[in-house]
């Protein structure tokens, strides 16, 4: 019998019962993250992107009046005689921001334009179109109308007292619209989190500089950046840490001092897991998670004081991948906004893609539409988890479910699209 070395974990083992799913993940991180209690009082063009802290109602009607959705003829259907043709006088016009002063009786109309006031005793307004000028200028208009035609109602897009925004909602263009057609300046939203982060290897070099023999550069901090830049938190970008106990600790505890969220990449497999584990422990506490998820299996979620820490792996694609499943998340959770997940849309694979069952899959495509608009999926290449190049051509993830044990070309797939894609 030819005698064996008993291997230690890895990244290369059959995904075993000490894995836990992608779900149990998330979960286990939104039990653990507490949101950012805090709040700041913003003019509302600053509270894009922000968290809404407290239900906001509205303290009046959206129209406040009745109002024109045409220009026309503001009339009195009620008072009109049933059938034929009615002459009507003009009595004058209505502008917006300029009400008729004077009421309709019937027999009567008033010009009014998009938006302006309803004139008293008018119940509909006529379209200028389905209207006629007479030669004496008299308005001629048929049977053909109902009474609240063409009437914006007051209230009828918001009215006094009703919740407009949620808390706990991401305020959108169309928010600040709303929060100002309500009359409201200021908002108050939730602060920003602060989110620290820094590599870790001695093997890494700053871009700028020659590369010596055996480095490399480290690319982790630009992607990190560029991916925290399109979230509203504040940024602290703590550079490189050497592969050594002291200086991991300290690195540590300055981040834990300033930011909510500290994020690392790289060594967190086994022969370096030795230099953040030891370090946490003696400062926080720690759990060494192995996510049955491919790429970016090995997690370290950890907390030091108030501070949550998320070890990401160090491969440049697995970094990008638990950092949209599971850093975005967290993020979220802290900045005190509602959870939801990632959309995913339906594509039909253009190639058969391989893929074993009992893990998700986070394989790189490049979605189009074919010429029925519908969404089709082909792969980057090559698909190691080291090879950037896959996610900088991709513009989504094709998301391949546990179950799944392989794709044929033309099945369904789903693909979860990057929210700076192209
Ligand atoms: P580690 O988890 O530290 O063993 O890193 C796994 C792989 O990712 C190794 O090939 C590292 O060289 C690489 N890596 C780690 N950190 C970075 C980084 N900041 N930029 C680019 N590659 C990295
Ligand atoms: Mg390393």
């Known amino acids: 019998m030819s005698e064996k070395i008993a291997s230690a974990p890895s990244c290369a083992?059959?995904?075993?019962?000490?894995?836990?799913?992608?779900?149990?993940?998330?979960?286990?991180?939104?039990?653990?993250?507490?949101?950012?209690?805090?709040?700041?009082?913003?003019?509302i063009r600053d509270c894009l992107g922000r968290v809404n802290n407290e239900a906001v109602k509205s303290p009046h009607d959206v129209p406040p009046h009745p109002n024109s959705a045409m220009d026309g003829f503001a009339v009195n259907i009620g008072g009109l005689g049933a059938g034929g043709i009615s002459e009507l006088d003009a009595i004058g016009t209505a502008y917006a921001g300029v009400p008729f002063d004077g009421s309709i009786e019937p027999g009567q109309c008033v010009r009014i334009m998009t938006g302006a006031l309803i004139p008293e005793g008018a119940d509909a307004v006529v379209m200028q179109e389905q209207a006629e000028v007479g030669a004496d200028g008299r308005i001629r208009?048929?049977?053909d109308h109902r009474v609240g035609e063409n009437i914006r109602r007051a209230g009828e897009d918001v009215s006094q007292g009703d919740i407009v925004i949620d808390a706990g909602v991401r305020l959108s263009p169309a928010d600040l619209g709303v929060l100002a057609s309500l009359g409201i300046a200021q908002l108050?939203?939730?602060?920003?989190p602060v989110v620290a982060f820094f590599s870790t290897g001695d093997e890494l070099m700053p871009v700028g500089e020659p590369l010596e023999p055996g480095k490399i550069y480290d690319s982790n901090r630009y992607t990190l950046h560029g991916m925290l830049s399109r979230m509203a938190v504040d940024i602290i970008d703590l550079g490189v840490v050497r592969d050594e106990p002291q200086a991991m600790r300290d690195?540590?505890?300055?981040?834990?001092?300033?930011?909510?969220?500290?994020?690392?990449?790289?060594?967190?497999?086994?022969?370096?897991?030795?230099?953040?584990?030891?370090?946490?422990?003696?400062?926080?506490s720690t759990e060494f998670w192995k996510i049955a998820i491919k790429p970016g299996r090995p997690l370290t979620l950890g907390q030091i004081?108030?501070?949550?820490?998320?070890?990401?792996?160090?491969?440049?694609v697995a970094v990008m991948v638990t950092f949209s499943q599971f850093v975005v998340p967290a993020i979220e959770v802290l900045s005190g906004a509602r959870p939801h997940r990632p959309a995913l849309f339906r594509a039909r694979a253009l190639e058969a893609m391989r893929k074993k069952p009992g893990r998700y899959e986070f394989q790189r495509g490049i979605?189009?539409?074919?010429?029925?608009?519908?969404?089709?999926?082909?792969?980057?290449?090559?698909?190691?988890?080291?090879?950037?190049?896959s996610m900088s051509r991709a513009?989504?993830?094709?998301?391949?479910?546990?179950?799944?044990?392989?794709?044929?070309?033309?099945?369904?797939?789903?693909?979860?699209?990057?929210?700076?894609?192209?």
């Open 188 to 192: 108050q939203v939730k602060r920003k």
């Open 141 to 143: 208009i048929d049977a």
């Open 367 to 389: 979605a189009t539409l074919d010429e029925n608009n519908q969404w089709q999926v082909a792969k980057t290449g090559k698909q190691g988890s080291g090879i950037l190049t």
């Open 305 to 316: 004081g108030a501070s949550i820490f998320m070890g990401l792996p160090g491969n440049p």
């Open 395 to 422: 513009n989504c993830f094709i998301v391949l479910p546990d179950e799944n044990t392989g794709v044929a070309a033309g099945d369904e797939v789903n693909i979860q699209f990057f929210d700076w894609a192209r």
């Open 251 to 284: 690195a540590l505890e300055s981040a834990a001092s300033k930011a909510d969220l500290i994020l690392s990449t790289g060594g967190v497999s086994v022969g370096e897991a030795d230099y953040i584990k030891p370090a946490l422990e003696d400062i926080g």
């Open 13 to 43: 083992d059959p995904f075993d019962g000490e894995s836990i799913s992608l779900d149990e993940a998330l979960a286990r991180i939104s039990e653990r993250v507490v949101p950012v209690h805090a709040c700041e009082r913003l003019p």
